[in-house]
């Protein structure tokens, strides 16, 4: 079975490791957020694509939930202590990825090359393809002004209100090399427990991966980040209310109105079941809490089970 996960986020990470070891993580497919991108002391970042790169090579810090695990933060104190900028946090293993993708960036390879060269140097089956390899970057505009994803989400601690998200590039991007391949070709797809606007969001953007979804053959089932109401980290709850209008799981399944057959949502709101179920959208109940890795796999289980009754 071919699955394919649309990725973002810290939760679009673990979840990707718990389907990996739930089928054949050579089966996987991720299409990744490249929406929160941005360039840090002159290296090229990618954090999402490096999120999922490092849920499933097991080089990544579980108890932090993002970076790499046994981190030290030598090289970013000592560009500080020269007066560079520090407010987005590298680490010194963490750097040497991104000194290796910036070099190739800038000697003329695409981001979907040098993300599947990397992901092969540490061992990783399941394939990752940035969404596009084109420049596509989150604008937040907020009452206090516009900022790039990372200064607000960062830098700004996402504590200003969200009016609107615009995705610079979204209008010429591309889908990258193999991403319509793995849509096409897919026996199932699966979103994760990731914000909708600032994870998925752009990716979605992206118009023909949005097309290529709305045309499916195949199931498509969402996980909600949301449990009783709340986002178990993050600011998913806080834009759901501004942006929809409400956090139970009729609005998160709004958000992805067209694109999915089913949702899955937490125990803490099964009442709501019926009123998902009124929006032509199959609720499907489970614990979707990833405290752990085994019910990272549990999740994933009960997603891929929600596929066959679709």
Not at 265 to 275: I, L, P, R, V, Y
Request: proline share 5%; charged share 25%.
């Amino acid at each position: 079975m071919k699955v394919v996960v649309l990725s973002g986020g810290g939760g679009g990470a673990r979840f990707m490791r718990g389907v990996a070891d739930a089928v054949d993580p050579a089966a996987v497919t991720a299409i990744v957020n490249v929406g929160d991108d941005l360039e840090v002391l002159g290296l090229s970042v990618s954090p999402d694509l490096d999120g999922v790169l490092y849920a499933l090579s097991g080089l990544g810090d579980e108890e932090r939930g993002w970076g790499r695990a046994d981190e030290t933060w030598n090289a970013l104190a000592s560009a500080d202590g020269f007066g560079g900028e520090s407010w987005f946090k590298l680490g010194d293993r963490d750097i040497g990825l991104h000194l290796v993708r910036t070099q190739a960036l800038r000697a003329g390879e695409p981001l979907s090359h040098v993300t599947a060269r990397i992901a092969t140097a540490v061992g990783v089956e399941t394939t990752i393809l940035p969404a596009t390899d084109d420049r596509l970057r989150t604008w937040v505009e907020t009452p206090s002004g516009t900022f790039s994803f990372q200064q607000w989400f960062v830098a700004r601690a996402h504590r200003d209100p969200v009016d609107r998200l615009r995705f610079e590039g979204s209008a010429d991007a591309r889908p990258a090399p193999g991403v319509l391949d793995a849509l096409h070709e897919a026996d199932a797809i699966l979103i994760p427990p990731s914000n909708p606007y600032l994870s998925i969001g752009p990716i979605l953007a992206v118009e023909r991966i949005r097309r290529a979804i709305e045309r499916r053959r195949v199931p498509c089932v969402a996980v909600s980040p949301l449990i009783g109401g709340r986002a178990v980290k993050g600011p998913a709850d806080q834009l759901l209310e501004r942006l929809q209008g409400g956090t139970t799981p009729v609005h998160v399944s709004q958000c992805y109105e067209g694109l999915i057959d089913a949702l899955v949502f937490d125990e803490a709101d099964a009442e709501q079941a019926d009123a998902v179920a009124a929006t032509g959208v199959r609720p499907v109940i489970a614990h979707t809490l990833m405290a752990d890795a085994e019910a990272r796999r549990r999740l994933a289980e009960a997603v891929l089970d929600a596929m066959a009754v679709v």
